[in-house]
């Protein structure tokens, strides 16, 4: 009898953590990153930099080269790819684009991103971000969505 009242405990223990892990997954705040911090890299820098004066001068084929084929630009209905110097251009998202660029980039998940309140809040944030990612050895510009 005492063996039983025991067993029953200890799968009532084993049920009640396991309910605890699942819940402390869930708060998990802001992504972590899984690349190292590239701010401070030479090729990033200078991805970046070449990425902004193309934006600055609205140069679509330079930005065309910079960014992954399946680049996404909106969230809701999810866009990618072919149409996104269309949709700029009819929200007018040219300067939102160029402020975000010019902020900080910080690591999150496999990105670099900006601004790095992003990565801090996660899912939280809401507002204009970038993504940068390393593609086959080179930086990509990956997206540029709002919620």
């Not at 708060?27 to 701010?39: F, G, L, N, V």
């Not at 949709?87 to 998202?93: L, M, P, S, V």
Request: aromatic letters at 14%.
């Amino acid at each position: 009898m005492i063996l039983r009242l025991c067993f029953f405990l200890f799968v009532a223990l084993a049920v009640c953590s396991c309910e605890n892990l699942d819940k402390q997954k869930k708060k998990k705040k802001a992504p972590r990153p899984t690349i190292e911090d590239a701010s401070n890299d030479v090729n990033f820098q200078a991805f970046l930099g070449r990425l902004r004066k193309a934006v600055a001068a609205h140069d679509v084929q330079m930005l065309a080269s910079m960014m992954t084929p399946d680049f996404g630009y909106r969230l809701e209905p999810p866009g990618e790819g072919e149409g996104v110097f269309q949709y700029w251009d009819e929200k007018g998202i040219w300067k939102e684009l160029e402020l975000v660029l010019n902020d900080r980039f910080v690591p999150s998940e496999n990105y670099m991103v900006a601004p790095p309140q992003f990565a801090m809040q996660g899912t939280d944030y809401h507002g204009y971000r970038a993504g940068i990612a390393m593609v086959n050895g080179s930086w990509k510009f990956a997206y540029f969505v709002t919620d």
